[in-house]
């Protein structure tokens, strides 16, 4: 019953807040209902009344909302303030577009993460010694934007190839291109966090017992699958939310009408019950797939919870492979090289002959189009949006921490169902588009992952036997957490996090190429993607320069937390 008041507030809380969209922006939704509706009449004071009026503008915010709640109460959406049309059955539909697409897309992102995860799955059922095997494969992969994959297959599969459709939905073979776009990073960020975890099941007692007694190599590797799982399973919650409200630049792209792109463009259209509708829509859906993840969760571990007799998962003791060091080292040089020579360049200065050139001595990047060399763009660009992604990781980290802590899954499960679009819309609109803006959006939801990591780690480190030995001795709850939980739950969601920084970067380019972030002459990656990709067939070096960035950006996150991880000293094996 806790647990249900806390989700009824906390929905209850973001319906609220969208109700006050109009106050919080201060803007006047009636004269952009009116470009909406009739983008050629003048907004004159009688037609700005009547649409007034006729909305219900002219009471105050709060009669507004008492009705908006009254209707939900009564199951009634409420009608479309813009076409004037019941908002449920569009949401409904938009509802099945985005779940049909969801389901598509959670098929890919299994599947690659199937595939990253196999070698250390077929090392570990040969009872081998296991290490990560996802690598930076996996790293770059999740590193790639979303709408950045979606444009180079509609390019390229559907336009040049003509295998399959670029627009449009209804027919199964329009779903393969967006399902490919959104599932390939997902899976990804998946099986780099499963990938991470296998290591220490395969090296725990009943492994090298399973070895000892001859079992079979393929039901060792299904139960370490099954020992490393709940600590994923929320992470695959969020991943199922992400594919459907998350959608918006590939449901933009590809003119699919589902409801990432319904909530977005009810938002720009300030079409307040179509936007609180589909927001209610998500809020639902995150809810149930939530609760899915934690009652199959509870379902995998047994009754090991109750019984306080799951020990805590410790990956083996290893040294960092003087290749990992030395990649990472040689990658962060290259990086940090092109940067500087960016640096030392004029990102503003515009060469009007050298308009979409190819690489060459005066532009070895090549230049955009309006002639701006890309070098000294993505150069410039590297300061807003690596140090900026590093900042919004580090508070990510410790609001994770400190919400998966005290268990605040209502508030996590409601902040992971929100688009950071739409985020980015309200915060941009309260303090204006820009690159703080943008980095406040992205933190106020980017926590959710790293807070139901934690508090999945924290529930099994919780039933862990050491732990209930501790307390038999008479340890204190500080001297627990300090000493015993914290150090089972932060290196996990601490790499975590750093495998992160990419996606944060990503998010950030996101709302960049949307138009929420950074405003223009400024440098910045996502920008440059958003500028530069209607010319991406004639002149690919201006998306690949900040494509590529981020997918450096993303190895070398890879790297670094491999050779970091794998510096630990055998004797720093706990318990």
């Given amino acids: 019953m806790k647990h249900l008041a806390g989700r009824l507030a906390a929905l209850l809380a973001v319906v609220a807040v969208i109700g006050l969209l109009p106050r919080l922006t201060r803007t006047d939704p009636a004269l952009t209902i009116l470009h909406a509706r009739y983008a050629d009449r003048p907004p004159t004071a009688e037609t700005l009344d009547a649409i007034r009026a006729e909305t219900g503008l002219d009471s105050s915010p709060f009669s507004l909302l008492g009705d908006r709640a009254a209707g939900l109460l009564r199951g009634d959406l409420g ?23 969801m389901g598509a897309s959670l098929a890919v992102a299994l599947l690659t993460a199937a595939a990253l995860t196999a070698r250390t799955l077929r090392r570990g059922a040969r009872h081998r010694i296991v290490a990560a095997g996802a690598g930076t494969g996996g790293a770059v992969l999740a590193a790639l934007p979303e709408f950045l994959i979606a444009a180079v297959l509609a390019a390229v599969v559907a336009v040049r190839l003509d295998w399959l459709p670029a627009l449009g939905w209804g027919a199964p073979q329009q779903a393969v291109l967006p399902a490919l776009a959104m599932g390939i990073p997902a899976g990804a960020l998946l099986g780099r966090l499963l990938d991470d975890a296998l290591p220490a099941a395969f090296a725990e007692p009943w492994a090298r017992a399973a070895t000892a007694a001859g079992l079979p190599g393929h039901r060792t590797a299904r139960h370490a699958l099954r020992r490393t799982l709940p600590g994923l399973l929320p992470q695959l919650g969020l991943i199922v939310v992400g594919l459907t409200g ?36 998500l809020l639902l859906l995150g809810t149930a797939a939530q609760v899915a993840a934690r009652l199959a ?86 300061a807003r949006t690596v140090l900026t992604a590093v900042a919004v990781s580090a508070a990510t980290l410790l609001l994770g921490l400190a919400l998966g802590a005290v268990r605040a899954g209502a508030l996590t499960e409601t902040v992971n169902a929100l688009p950071a679009i739409l985020t980015g819309l309200v915060v941009t609109g309260v303090a204006g588009p820009g690159p703080w803006s943008a980095a406040a959006a992205v933190t106020a939801v980017a926590w959710a992952p790293l807070a139901a990591h934690t508090c999945a780690l924290y529930a099994q480190e919780r039933a862990a036997p050491h732990l209930a030995a501790a307390r038999a001795l008479g340890a204190g709850r500080l001297h627990l957490w300090r000493r015993h939980l914290l150090p089972g739950v932060l290196p996990p969601v601490a790499r975590h996090a750093a495998l992160r920084v990419p996606a944060i970067a990503l998010a950030l380019a996101s709302l960049g190429f949307l138009g929420l972030g950074a405003e223009p002459p400024s440098p910045e990656w996502g920008r440059m993607l958003s500028e530069n990709l209607p010319y991406a067939e004639r002149a690919p070096w201006s998306v690949l320069a900040p494509a590529a960035a981020l997918a450096v950006l993303g190895a070398l996150a890879a790297l670094t937390t491999a050779a970091v991880r794998g510096r630990r000293l055998p004797s720093s094996a706990r318990h």
Avoid: K, M, N
């Fill in 246 to 281: 998350g959608a918006v630049a590939v449901e933009t792209l590809y003119a699919i009408p589902g409801l990432g792109s319904t909530a977005l463009a009810a938002a720009l259209a300030q079409d307040l019950p179509v936007l609180q509708a589909c927001v209610l829509l």
């Fill in 79 to 101: 009608a479309s303030w813009v076409s004037g049309q019941p908002v449920t059955p569009d949401a409904i539909s938009a509802l099945g577009v985005s779940l049909t697409l």
């Fill in 297 to 382: 969760s509870r379902a995998l571990l047994g009754p090991a919870l109750d019984d306080s007799a799951l020990p805590a998962l410790v990956p083996p003791p290893a040294r960092a492979r003087r290749s990992l060091i030395t990649g990472a080292l040689l990658l962060a040089a290259l990086f940090a090289a092109v940067v500087l020579a960016g640096l030392l360049r004029d990102p503003l200065h515009v060469d009007a002959a050298a308009r979409l050139a190819g690489p060459s001595l005066a532009h070895p990047l090549g230049a955009d189009s309006l002639g701006r060399d890309v070098l000294a763009r993505l150069g410039h660009g590297a």
